[in-house]
């Protein structure tokens, strides 16, 4: 019979799953909101009712902006997958390696995440994520956007 604090472990990871799903939905809607604003602004400076300045600038501040809030997002999610780390660790320790219980894997949730600095969430966060290619790559997205429209490249 299964121990009773692996049953309520299990209960922890996916509560914290739960949040993580949560985050990753804010994260797309910001996304969404960006992409929509970025829409209307060149809708707008197609339609002549925008001048070419006020709509680059607008477009880089609402990209930095939202860049910023899904950065701060990230704290949230670090924290969760921190804490499934440890609950999926300990539940594994109680397991030979070969046979580890359904659901989990031997190898930890995330252990790139375990060696980062324990500084300020949204600054961490931000420069964690400036190094990271796939996020790097939708903030030049959003970025080049507004550039390319405008310059016409």
Avoid: H
């Avoid at 609402?62 to 701060?72: P, Q």
């Avoid at 949230?76 to 539940?91: F, G, N, P, Y």
């Amino acid at each position: 019979m299964e121990k009773e604090w692996i049953k309520l472990a299990w209960q922890e990871f996916q509560l914290l799953q739960q949040i993580i799903d949560r985050q990753m939905n804010i994260r797309w809607r910001i996304r969404g909101w960006l992409l929509g604003l970025q829409t209307a602004l060149a809708v707008a400076l197609y339609t002549e009712r925008l001048d070419s300045s006020i709509f680059l600038s607008i477009a880089l501040f609402a990209t930095a902006v939202a860049w910023f809030l899904e950065m701060s997002e990230n704290f949230v999610t670090s924290e969760c997958i921190k804490r499934q780390t440890l609950i999926e660790d300990s539940i594994n320790s109680q397991y030979p390696k070969d046979n580890p219980p359904q659901g989990f894997s031997v190898l930890g949730t995330s252990s790139v995440l375990k060696k980062t600095s324990e500084l300020l969430p949204s600054l961490k966060y931000i420069g964690y994520s400036l190094l990271k290619p796939r996020r790097l790559f939708i903030l030049l997205i959003f970025v080049l956007l507004p550039l390319l429209i405008e310059y016409g490249f």
